[in-house]
Protein backbone atom coordinates (compact mmCIF):
# COMPACT_ATOMS: atom_id res chain seq x y z
CA UNK A 1 0.00 0.00 0.00
CA UNK A 2 3.07 2.50 0.76
CA UNK A 3 4.14 2.47 -2.84
CA UNK A 4 0.25 3.13 -4.17
CA UNK A 5 0.67 5.87 -1.94
CA UNK A 6 3.87 7.06 -3.28
CA UNK A 7 2.56 6.72 -7.03
CA UNK A 8 0.05 9.14 -6.22
CA UNK A 9 2.18 11.53 -4.16
CA UNK A 10 4.36 11.56 -7.25
CA UNK A 11 1.35 12.02 -9.75
CA UNK A 12 0.26 14.93 -7.62
CA UNK A 13 3.98 16.38 -7.53
CA UNK A 14 3.92 16.04 -11.04
CA UNK A 15 0.54 17.32 -11.74
CA UNK A 16 1.36 20.47 -9.75
CA UNK A 17 4.71 21.07 -11.22
CA UNK A 18 3.38 21.31 -14.51
CA UNK A 19 0.48 23.38 -13.81
CA UNK A 20 2.96 25.82 -11.88
CA UNK A 21 4.55 26.09 -15.47
CA UNK A 22 1.13 26.94 -16.28
CA UNK A 23 0.59 30.25 -13.64
CA UNK A 24 2.68 32.40 -15.02
CA UNK A 25 4.42 33.57 -12.22
CA UNK A 26 1.41 32.47 -9.78
CA UNK A 27 -0.55 35.59 -11.60
CA UNK A 28 -3.05 33.06 -13.13
CA UNK A 29 -5.51 31.73 -10.80
CA UNK A 30 -6.60 28.11 -11.95
CA UNK A 31 -2.78 27.42 -12.82
CA UNK A 32 -1.88 28.67 -9.26
CA UNK A 33 -4.81 26.63 -7.20
CA UNK A 34 -3.96 23.50 -8.63
CA UNK A 35 -0.40 24.40 -7.98
CA UNK A 36 -1.04 24.54 -4.31
CA UNK A 37 -4.11 21.69 -4.05
CA UNK A 38 -1.20 19.21 -5.87
CA UNK A 39 1.52 20.05 -3.52
CA UNK A 40 -0.82 19.88 -0.59
CA UNK A 41 -2.06 16.16 -1.89
CA UNK A 42 1.36 15.35 -3.25
CA UNK A 43 2.89 16.23 0.61
CA UNK A 44 -0.16 14.52 2.48
CA UNK A 45 0.19 11.09 0.11
CA UNK A 46 3.93 11.37 0.88
CA UNK A 47 3.63 11.74 4.32
CA UNK A 48 1.75 8.61 4.76
CA UNK A 49 3.62 6.70 2.61
CA UNK A 50 6.23 7.18 5.39
CA UNK A 51 4.13 5.28 7.70
CA UNK A 52 5.75 1.92 5.77
CA UNK A 53 8.47 3.19 3.66
CA UNK A 54 11.73 4.30 5.02
CA UNK A 55 12.27 8.00 4.62
CA UNK A 56 15.41 7.69 3.06
CA UNK A 57 13.82 5.35 -0.24
CA UNK A 58 10.43 7.32 -0.06
CA UNK A 59 11.84 10.37 -0.61
CA UNK A 60 14.27 9.74 -3.39
CA UNK A 61 11.63 7.63 -5.32
CA UNK A 62 9.24 10.77 -5.01
CA UNK A 63 12.37 13.01 -5.95
CA UNK A 64 14.14 11.29 -8.39
CA UNK A 65 10.97 9.90 -10.45
CA UNK A 66 9.24 13.35 -10.48
CA UNK A 67 12.40 14.93 -11.41
CA UNK A 68 12.80 11.93 -14.63
CA UNK A 69 8.80 13.28 -15.38
CA UNK A 70 8.58 16.41 -15.05
CA UNK A 71 12.26 16.29 -17.73
CA UNK A 72 10.29 14.21 -20.54
CA UNK A 73 6.98 16.11 -19.69
CA UNK A 74 8.97 18.97 -20.38
CA UNK A 75 11.01 17.82 -23.50
CA UNK A 76 7.68 15.62 -25.03
CA UNK A 77 5.51 19.02 -24.55
CA UNK A 78 6.99 21.96 -23.41
CA UNK A 79 9.35 22.24 -26.26
CA UNK A 80 12.64 21.95 -24.00
CA UNK A 81 15.45 20.02 -25.73
CA UNK A 82 17.41 16.95 -24.99
CA UNK A 83 21.27 16.88 -24.51
CA UNK A 84 23.43 13.71 -23.90
CA UNK A 85 23.92 15.75 -20.43
CA UNK A 86 19.76 15.46 -19.79
CA UNK A 87 19.74 12.43 -21.10
CA UNK A 88 22.73 11.49 -18.72
CA UNK A 89 21.20 12.55 -15.88
CA UNK A 90 17.74 11.29 -16.00
CA UNK A 91 19.20 7.76 -16.52
CA UNK A 92 21.49 8.53 -13.40
CA UNK A 93 18.22 9.21 -11.34
CA UNK A 94 16.65 6.24 -12.21
CA UNK A 95 20.11 3.96 -11.82
CA UNK A 96 19.92 5.72 -8.46
CA UNK A 97 16.13 5.11 -7.44
CA UNK A 98 17.09 1.02 -8.78
CA UNK A 99 19.99 0.67 -6.57
CA UNK A 100 18.11 1.98 -3.64
CA UNK A 101 15.41 -0.57 -3.69
CA UNK A 102 18.41 -2.94 -4.51
CA UNK A 103 20.34 -2.31 -1.76
CA UNK A 104 17.56 -3.26 0.82
CA UNK A 105 17.41 0.39 1.66
CA UNK A 106 13.64 0.12 2.99
Known amino acids: M ?20 YSDGFSRLGPSLFTVLGYIVSFVLLAQTLKTVSVGTAYAIWAGVGTAVIATIGMMFLGEGMTPTKAAGIALIIVGVVVLNLGGAH
Open 2 to 21: GYLLLACAIAAEVGATTAMK
